[in-house]
Nanobody, 123 residues
Framework: QVRLVESGGGLVQAGGSLRLSCAAS????????VGWFRQTPGKEREFVAS????????YYADSVKGRFTISRDNAKNTAYLEMHSLKPEDAAVYYC????????????????WGQGTQVTVSS
């Protein structure tokens, strides 16, 4: 089992920045890929970004490319999502997910999910 806890969400003005963190605990020694997803009420969970265990490969949704950066520090068992130039449409609950392999944008393939952190962007 891997437990994930997100933090760093909050209220920010449009154009501002936030950094989300995803701390993992439990059976993390085998390595895992991490994905960030977001969801707004009434909509399906949307892929944002993903990263492999080594951090050598990342993948972004077109809507965030160039504004968001995913990274990880395996020594701290923590993944990050740096968000810049935030737009009102970026407002959502952001979830991190982990998978023993690498599932990229496929939400259904991730085994573990955090509880989410709210990001609100004021215009």
């Amino acid at each position: 089992q891997v437990r994930l806890v997100e933090s760093g969400g909050g209220l920010v003005q449009a154009g501002g920045s936030l950094r989300l963190s995803c701390a993992a605990s439990g059976r993390t020694d085998g390595g895992y890929g991490v994905g960030w997803f977001r969801q707004t009420p009434g909509k399906e969970r949307e892929f944002v970004a993903s990263i492999t265990w080594s951090g050598g490969s990342t993948y972004y949704a077109d809507s965030v490319k160039g504004r968001f950066t995913i990274s990880r520090d395996n020594a701290k068992n923590t993944a990050y999502l740096e968000m810049h130039s935030l737009k009102p449409e970026d407002a959502a609950v952001y979830y991190c997910a982990a998978d023993p392999g690498y599932s990229g944008s496929r939400a259904g393939m991730y085994d573990y999910w955090g509880q989410g952190t709210q990001v609100t962007v004021s215009s």
